[in-house]
């Protein structure tokens, strides 16, 4: 049995079962950080998700539109999420004001979007500035300008790694935030 239905610094879980499925036989835990398949592996398994919340964002074709994540962005048509956005939102919600969970929404939108940004994908970089509250120059720069020598353009690795870095420290202080002002 493996669950890896982990958030920010999540565990795959492991279990060997005895023989008769009566027991635990002997248990992996493994630790992992939210790593670059979780955040931008394209081609993805028609069965796995990105990070299950962000996968859900636009279910509902109001929200999808608002967060800029319809026409253009492409879905898993064969997995039904709709009412388990609905039913997500509704949970999540709890504890925090509307504007607070207008706020949350917006910056997963955000980090989805980071999550196309590619050293020549200007429109990912438009897009996830809306939702960051910065202008898309200002986050070009940061993404695709090298500090050394001042100015130079960095190579696509490097894009992907600053990328990378940014979609895990984001991810994580939302979360942070969120659970801080819910409780």
């Known amino acids: 049995m493996l669950n890896r239905c982990s958030t920010r610094m999540g565990t795959i879980n492991h279990y060997i079962l005895t023989p008769n499925g009566n027991g635990i036989q002997s248990c992996r835990i493994l630790p992992f950080a939210l790593e670059t398949s979780r955040v931008c592996m394209l081609p993805r398994p028609a069965h796995q998700s990105n990070f299950l919340i962000l996968h859900q964002l636009g279910a509902a074709k ?11 962005c492409k879905y898993h048509t064969n997995i039904e999420l709709k009412r388990s956005w609905e039913a997500t939102e509704e949970m999540m919600s709890k504890g925090l004001g509307p504007d607070t969970w207008a706020a949350v929404v917006e910056a997963l939108t955000a980090i989805l979007h980071l999550g196309n940004v590619t050293a020549n994908n200007f429109k990912a970089i438009e897009d996830a500035s809306l939702g960051l509250g910065v202008t898309s ?9 090298s500090a ?10 490097q894009v992907t790694v600053t990328r990378d870095a940014m979609i895990k420290a984001l991810y994580r202080a939302l979360l942070d935030v969120s659970m801080r002002t819910a409780l």
């Open 62 to 72: 109001h929200s999808g539109h608002h967060f800029r994540l319809l026409p253009d």
């Open 137 to 145: 120059a200002e986050l070009a720069d940061y993404l695709l300008k």
């Open 148 to 157: 050394l020598p001042e100015g130079s353009r960095k190579s696509s690795e």
